[in-house]
T-cell receptor
Framework: ETGVTQSPTHLIKTRGQQVTLRCSSQ?????VSWYQQALGQGPQFIFQ???????GRGNFPPRFSGLQFPNYSSELNVNALELDDSALYLC???????????????FGQGTRLTVV | AQSVTQLDSHVSVSEGTPVLLRCNYS??????LFWYVQHPNKGLQLLLK??????LVKGINGFEAEFKKSETSFHLTKPSAHMSDAAEYFC?????????FGTGTRLKVLA
């Protein structure tokens, strides 16, 4: 177990709805990243939060948004859900300080989102 | 730009025989490379990481990987496969603030 927990584990939503996924990072970790893993593919980077601010974003539209809270937990929000948003969403927790850009990430078990 | 290419989408081996999962990387600077494993309906578990300290990296569960700059490769090996090794394996290159994943190699272990 990595100490990174995600909720819920599974979720079914209807196209056009909005969804919020949650992640509790490993104790002491100040950085959270979110990834989307479509079936049969590798995870794709959505965005990253460091000390409550977004500091990197992948090729995802603005309807994918996030938050990081003072305790470093995080939320991923997706508006106007589309069928192609069906995927496993992974949260990764990292301890990042100055000059330690490439450090090991600890992943949660993921949230399986199905859009119908 | 950072990238990785996993050369095999599927690998099948018999239990007790060696495992080789191939990964090539591209990097505009000294890379940080990782191998992660994902069992069905599970999250990602770190097997090992390369961060320039040593070219031969030993990981968990008997896995190791060798960093070869001349070949831009970071292949994952294990001397003897076990049934529990059956899973999806991802080679990862770390960018400034994100991980770049390969497309994955599904390892099948035959009894």
């Amino acid at each position: 177990e990595t100490g990174v927990t995600q909720s819920p584990t599974h979720l079914i939503k209807t196209r056009g709805q909005q969804v919020t996924l949650r992640c509790s990072s490993q104790s002491g970790h100040n950085t959270v990243s979110w990834y989307q893993q479509a079936l049969g593919q590798g995870p794709q980077f959505i965005f990253q939060y460091y000390r409550e601010e977004e500091n990197g974003r992948g090729n995802f539209p603005p309807r994918f948004s996030g938050l990081q809270f003072p305790n470093y937990s995080s939320e991923l929000n997706v508006n106007a859900l589309e069928l192609d948003d069906s995927a496993l969403y992974l949260c990764a927790s990292i301890l990042r300080g100055s000059g330690t850009a490439n450090t090991e990430a600890f992943f949660g078990q993921g949230t399986r989102l199905t859009v119908v | 730009a950072q990238s990785v290419t996993q050369l095999d989408s599927h690998v099948s081996v018999s239990e007790g025989t060696p495992v080789l999962l191939r990964c090539n990387y591209s990097s505009s600077y000294s890379p940080s490379l990782f191998w992660y494993v994902q069992h069905p309906n599970k999250g990602l578990q770190l097997l090992l990481k390369y961060t320039s300290a040593a070219t031969l990296v030993k990981g968990i569960n008997g896995f190791e990987a060798e960093f070869k700059k001349s070949e831009t490769s970071f292949h994952l090996t294990k001397p003897s496969a076990h049934m529990s090794d059956a899973a999806e394996y991802f080679c990862v290159n770390s960018g400034t603030y994100k991980y770049i994943f390969g497309t994955g190699t599904r390892l099948k272990v035959l009894a």
